[in-house]
C-alpha cells in the first residue's frame, strides 16, 4: 500500500520548493509551517483506534482562514516518506482548526510512521509507532 509513492513526495517537495517563477504552485496551497504537535516521537497508536492529529494554527494566515488539509500517513525509510496517497487519514478539515480525528488504519506494526499535513508546504511529524 506504500509502494511507489516515494515519487509524488519528492515531486510535490520540489514543486514546493521551486520558485513560483518557475514551476507555478496553485493559488490555493498556502505556505506556512505549522508544526505537528501530535503524534509526538513517543506516540504508540492502537490500529483501529481513534486519534488527534493536531498542530499549530496560529501561523495560519487569516486570508486563509477557510483552506482545507489533507494528512496521509508514510513511514520513514531511507530519507524518503513513503507516504500512502491513496487513502489519505483525513481531508477536507480547514487549517484553521489545528486539528482533525483520524482512524489508525489496520497497518503493519513499524515505529517510524509519520504523518504528513498538506494543504500548505507539507509539515512532517517525528516518527511513531502503531501497532497491531
Ligand atoms: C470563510 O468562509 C466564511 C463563511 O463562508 C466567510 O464569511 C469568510 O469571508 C471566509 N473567509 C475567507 C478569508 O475567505
Ligand atoms: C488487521 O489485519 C490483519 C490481517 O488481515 C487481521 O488479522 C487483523 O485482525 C486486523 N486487525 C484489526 C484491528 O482489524
Redesign the pocket.
Known sequence: MFAKLLSFAASAALALAAPASFIPVPDDIILWSADISSPTILSVWDVGSTQTVTWDASKVP?????HTGIVLLGYSEDGSENLDTQTPLASGFLIADGKVDITVPNVTTRSDYIVVLFGNSGNSSPTFTIKQ
Not at 487569516?62 to 477557510?66: E, K, L, M, R
Open positions: 487569516q486570508t486563509s482562514a477557510n
